[in-house]
């Protein structure tokens, strides 16, 4: 019942937050406006005379001029990526600050979330392959049983129980687990 | 006879001790011979001494001016002033050299010094891996790369890079520096493991004190080297992804996750495999970091070090990693785990998911940092990889670690009753749903900051409430608050130092989002008397003033800074021109501090007595950044501190178990450690 209630708790929460987060998402102004737009491409170019700074940022005389063009350009009604194709050709594709969804510089993007995802999925493959392999091993692990030997004690008490064992455990440093275990369960 | 040429011939007799070191410890440990592995030790003491004295006697040739040393011409002259003049040290290529070698030898003398903490079995491999590391830096530094070659004496010298010439120079390349090499000794832990293929769990301890020692410097090196840039660079930030940057941080991701993987295997007995490799990955990653420094193969902020040892220091990685991955191969079929794994909702499930974050991290700014390489070799063809890609790489990896760092110590350990885990979360989700719903009514209107503040309250309040409840626990037993809450650290070091490494960085996240989202940035150009107005700001231009000294003239333009219509303060932003380095004028940022906001403004352009262009950077929350990185390090040296009398006591109890513990000994020493 109470295990009931908290979980509904934590759900219930957890939507509110999802719903705000939506909210916010559907109440941005969803055309941007054409400075946000400059913004956005001015972000994505690597000042060329600058060190480490975008045209967006930069102060220098040639990003305020290359600002101006991507203003023009997009009055003009180019889209984004035209824009900075347009850079592209005129200074080489070092001025791309962010690499390009496009061609080799794909491959910036894809190399690491596949590996990521790889990893992940290598992660969960590993986990179950453990956990199969194991199946009588699971020597009764102590929480669990603790929280049902103490019906009707206070949240407080259960997590004392609980913080107990844990701290008892790492008092007594780099035990062998089992005798550990063995050592929490006699306590 | 100078004071160089005494440099000179210690760093020949250092080397040669090294070399001695490294033989007659491992003939030491095959032969089964003590006293020979006590001459090896002896040995690196040797090593130790000699590497001072070259380090003093370098220094002493910057104090006396003595310019006949190339190196000292090079990096120092008659007007710097003395603190400087002693830094510039570790200000070049062969001096910074010296300084790792130095700190090495160090860290070696510190461990045997300590050495009978750790398994006997292991010392002479370690000493030899130690060892094996400095002779390296020591050929670098007798052949190609000598601090103390000697020229015909110039009458003054170059000088420091007036970048160089900032307080910061004082602390951050020595931290930094002495971080990449701390990753040498878990290193030597390692391979001496994998070699002996005996280790008793005091290796665990031993290679996660190292570590955590090494975490803490590499940590203190990086926010002092955020904070520098921050006061020097003149950009507004304090971060830009730059290659050298990025190196400094990769051993740190890794560090981390084996921080957290190595509890894994100390409760568990599983991971073993992987905590080894993430070992060598960080040492790899700290040589890959400093070759990437010294050899200017990917342009950077830091270009003020390029030469020719680029390609020594590729050798040496590439002998490093074949060497350690063979013994790592060599080593693979001992290293199963004891235990098997119960459930992905566990402590030991989002330890993993830690790691697969951190690392995942680590690949991506490594992957970042090195295409452009790629691209120029695939495709001659240069690009670039900029901030933004790190931002949209990095920052929903670190989003969801955040969240894991909140749930994961509210985890048990193998399994958790989802009804203690959805009690436990309660709390936690409570406060960030207050968060969400606050920040927008407070006008924060950006989604992305919206979720970031949240995971941050989340995690914040999950660990706050994980401290409380600690205490609550003690103070039934009738300890007041107060002191249930120092016996915890007291007592618990580890697990509350961890907290407090996290409070931390949920700080510094706190205030990444703040400085990455709502920064302000704003150009005016200003004749006396003129104002710009930024965020409730108002700065009203004065005028410039011309000072000239000996070395160097400093322009500064003078300003007020008014808020709340109040006058603050007169402040002076401006720029020096060394005589040297004309072409390369250092800023003079002024930042003042508002509560958590920063007001950082810099002298972008002036002409004559009376124009300046002024560019002012609103920086919310940056001052967190600061505090969360203290945090960090305070939590790192609580967890690092050693415990004496939690050690007594345990000695007590275990005197009357013995029996026990031998048997549990006797369990270990069957090879399934390993």
Redesign the interface.
């Known amino acids: 019942m109470k295990q009931k209630y908290s979980f509904s708790l934590v759900l219930g929460i957890v939507v509110v937050i999802a719903a705000i987060w939506s909210c916010m998402y559907l109440l941005a102004p969803k055309p941007p406006t054409l400075d946000q737009r400059v913004r956005d491409v001015g972000s994505q170019l690597k000042c060329p005379i600058c060190q480490g700074e975008s045209v967006a940022d930069s102060p220098s005389l040639l990003a305020q001029q290359m600002r101006g063009v991507i203003r023009q350009q997009l009055q003009a009604g180019k889209s984004e990526q035209e824009v900075i194709q347009y850079f592209v050709d005129r200074y080489g594709e070092q001025i791309v600050w962010t690499p390009q969804w496009q061609g080799f510089s794909l491959l910036a993007w894809l190399v690491p979330i596949g590996l990521l995802l790889a990893g992940a999925g290598l992660l969960l493959f590993t986990l179950r392959n453990w956990h199969i392999s194991s199946p009588t091993t699971g020597s009764t692990t102590t929480l669990d049983k603790d929280d049902k030997d103490l019906p009707g004690e206070d949240e407080l008490e259960r997590y004392r129980v609980l913080l107990e064992q844990e701290l008892v455990a790492e008092d007594v440093l780099f035990k062998d687990y089992r005798v550990e275990s063995q050592s929490c369960q006699s306590l | 006879m100078y004071f160089s040429d005494l440099g000179t011939v210690s760093l020949i007799l250092a080397l040669g001790f090294a070399l001695y070191t490294m033989i007659v410890a491992v003939i030491g440990a095959m032969r089964n011979q003590p006293q020979l592995v006590a001459s090896a030790q002896r040995s690196v003491l040797a090593v130790t001494f000699f590497l001072i004295l070259a380090s003093a006697a370098l220094i002493i040739s910057f104090l006396t001016h003595d310019f006949g040393v190339s190196y000292v011409a090079q990096h120092s002259n008659l007007a710097m002033p003395w603190y400087f003049t002693a830094a510039a040290f570790y200000g070049g290529q062969e001096g910074s050299l010296l300084y790792w070698a130095l700190t090495l030898s160090l860290f070696s003398a510190i461990f045997v010094f300590t050495a009978k903490r750790a398994p006997v079995v292991l010392i002479p491999y370690v000493v030899a891996t130690l060892m094996g590391i400095e002779t390296f830096f020591l050929i670098m530094l007798t052949t190609v790369s000598n601090p103390f070659v000697r020229i015909l004496a110039p009458s003054d010298g170059n000088g420091l890079n007036p970048l160089l010439m900032d307080p910061g120079m004082l602390v951050h390349p020595p931290m930094l520096l002495m971080g990449y090499m701390s990753f040498s000794v878990p290193f030597a832990f390692a391979v001496a493991a994998m070699v002996t293929g005996n280790l008793s ?2 290796w ?2 031993s290679i996660r004190r190292w570590t955590l020692a090494a975490w803490s410097i590499q940590t203190t090196g990086l926010v002092l080297g955020a904070w520098w840039a921050y006061h020097v660079l003149g ?1 507004g930030g304090y971060w ?1 992804w ?1 290659p050298v940057e990025n190196a400094a941080l990769l051993p740190w991701l890794t560090a981390t996750a084996f921080l957290h993987s190595t509890m894994v295997q ?4 599983m991971l073993k495999v992987w905590n080894r490799a993430l070992v060598i990955l960080s040492f790899a990653l700290s040589i890959f970091g400093t070759f990437e420094v010294r050899s200017g193969v990917i342009s950077s ?1 830091h270009s003020f070090a390029y030469s020719d040892v680029g390609s020594y220091f590729l050798v040496f990685l590439a002998i490093v990693i074949v060497f350690s991955t063979g013994l790592f191969l060599f080593r693979l079929p001992k290293l199963h ?8 909702i566990s402590r030991e ?1 989002v330890f ?2 830690n790691n ?1 974050l951190l ?2 991290m680590a ?2 700014t490594l ?2 940092t090195i ?1 452009p390489l790629i ?1 120029a070799v ?2 001659r ?9 790190y931002d ?2 990095i920052g929903p ?1 670190l989003a969801v670690l955040i969240l894991a760092m909140g749930v994961g110590p509210l985890l ?9 885990l ?5 709390v936690p ?2 406060i ?2 207050v968060c ?2 606050v920040l ?1 009514l407070a006008g924060v ?1 950006d ?1 992305l900051a ?2 970031g503040f ?1 995971l941050c309250a989340f995690t914040a309040a999950a660990s706050l409430y994980e401290l409380w ?2 205490m ?2 003690r103070h ?1 037993h009738g300890e007041p608050y107060l002191l249930a809450l120092y016996m915890l650290f007291n ?2 070091r ?2 509350y130092g961890g907290y407090v490494v996290h409070l931390g960085l949920v700080l510094l996240t706190v205030g990444v989002i703040g400085s990455h989202f709502f920064q302000i ?1 704003q ?1 005016a150009l200003l004749k006396p008397g003129q104002d710009m107005n930024v965020a409730g700001f108002r700065l009203t231009y004065l005028g410039n003033l011309d000072t000239k000294e000996p070395d160097k003239e400093i322009i500064t333009s003078q300003l007020q800074i008014w808020h709340d219509g109040q006058l603050q303060s007169y402040i002076y932003p401006g720029r020096t021109f060394y005589h040297n380095f004309d072409d390369q004028p250092a800023s003079q940022i002024s930042i003042t501090t508002f509560g958590v906001t920063d007001l950082y403004v810099f002298l ?1 352009d002036w002409t004559g007595a009376s124009q300046a ?1 002024i ?1 002012v950077f609103i920086n919310p929350l940056v001052p967190l950044v600061w505090y969360g990185g203290l945090l960090m390090l305070l939590g790192g040296i609580l967890c690092w501190w050693p415990v004496r009398t ?1 050690r007594a ?2 000695r007590v ?1 275990q005197t009357s178990d013995v029996s ?2 031998q ?2 000994a006797g ?2 020493s069957k090879g399934i450690v390993v």
């Open positions: 769990s005091d665990l301890r950009w830009g730059d100390e409760r568990r007995g902020v785990a004891e235990q098997e794994f119960d459930s992905v499930g993993l998911l697969l690392v995942g690949f991506a992957w970042g295409f691209s695939i495709r063809q240069t690009m670039t990889v900029g901030p933004p890609f949209q790489v990896l048990a350990w193998r399994r958790t009753s989802s009804a203690a959805w009690r436990n979360l309660g989700t409570i960030a749903a969400a719903a927008p209107t989604i919206n979720i949240s409840r600690g609550c626990v039934s007592r618990y580890q697990r940035q150009d972008a262009t560019r939690k006591a345990v109890s026990r513990s048997k549990s369990i270990e």
